[in-house]
T-cell receptor, first 107, second 116 residues
Framework: RKEVEQDPGPFNVPEGATVAFNCTYSNSASQSFFWYRQDCRKEPKLLMSVYSSGNEDGRFTAQLNRASQYISLLIRDSKLSDSATYLCVVKRNDMRFGAGTRLTVKP | EAGVTQSPTHLIKTRGQQVTLRCSPISGHTSVYWYQQALGLGLQFLLWYDEGEERNRGNFPPRFSGRQFPNYSSELNVNALELEDSALYLC???????????????FGPGTRLTVL
């Protein structure tokens, strides 16, 4: 079983849609959680950290459920520029990346 | 503030050859991480260096090795290249020492290695 699992997608949504990505992790000792964004043929960049109480950054909301070992990312009012691959990242002693969920936002 | 830099940007090698990739972390960052991202696949953790020492390695054969220098820059060496080593090799740096703290990793642009 992979340490971090994500639905690979692709998710194809119209502009303005709300889309949610899920991620599960296997190691209950994981300490920190992140969502990264990776554009095609570019390096990953931090989108947001995920806190136990849930957190929001503009149109993006991240939630963590430690009991279920589950992380989510919600994107509201999708923009064309949100098209990218979203990587779920779990950190214990080092960072473990999910394979990513591909999102395409269409006009 | 300069970001993480990597060199070269692209590299073409043949099977059996050896390659060295280089990474300079963000100033003040002591931890350097190496990842392999094969086409269409997720990032696979390769190596983690901090304060000049190897702290952890992923599930890769010993022909993948590296080191970290006193100025915290790092090299990744791959010996006896195989076709499946073709991938984007990403280096990341962070301020924390792993296991503690929640600071994120910042990635360099990567080195795209093609093995023919």
């Amino acid at each position: 079983r992979k340490e971090v699992e994500q639905d690979p997608g692709p998710f194809n949504v119209p502009e303005g849609a709300t889309v949610a990505f899920n991620c599960t992790y296997s190691n209950s000792a994981s300490q920190s959680f992140f969502w990264y964004r990776q554009d095609c043929r570019k390096e990953p960049k931090l989108l947001m950290s995920v806190y136990s109480s849930g957190n929001e950054d503009g149109r993006f909301t991240a939630q963590l459920n430690r009991a279920s070992q589950y992380i989510s990312l919600l994107i509201r009012d999708s923009k064309l520029s949100d098209s990218a691959t979203y990587l779920c990242v779990v950190k214990r002693n080092d960072m473990r990346f999910g394979a990513g969920t591909r999102l395409t936002v269409k006009p | 503030e300069a970001g993480v830099t990597q060199s070269p940007t692209h590299l073409i090698k043949t099977r059996g050859q050896q390659v060295t990739l280089r990474c300079s972390p963000i100033s003040g960052h002591t931890s350097v991480y190496w990842y392999q991202q094969a086409l269409g696949l997720g990032l696979q953790f390769l190596l983690w260096y901090d304060e000049g020492e190897e702290r952890n390695r992923g599930n890769f054969p010993p022909r993948f090795s590296g080191r970290q220098f006193p100025n915290y820059s790092s090299e990744l060496n791959v010996n006896a290249l195989e076709l499946e080593d073709s991938a984007l090799y990403l280096c990341a740096s962070s301020r924390d020492r792993g296991g503690l703290g929640v600071t994120e990793q910042f990635f360099g642009p990567g080195t795209r290695l093609t093995v023919l």
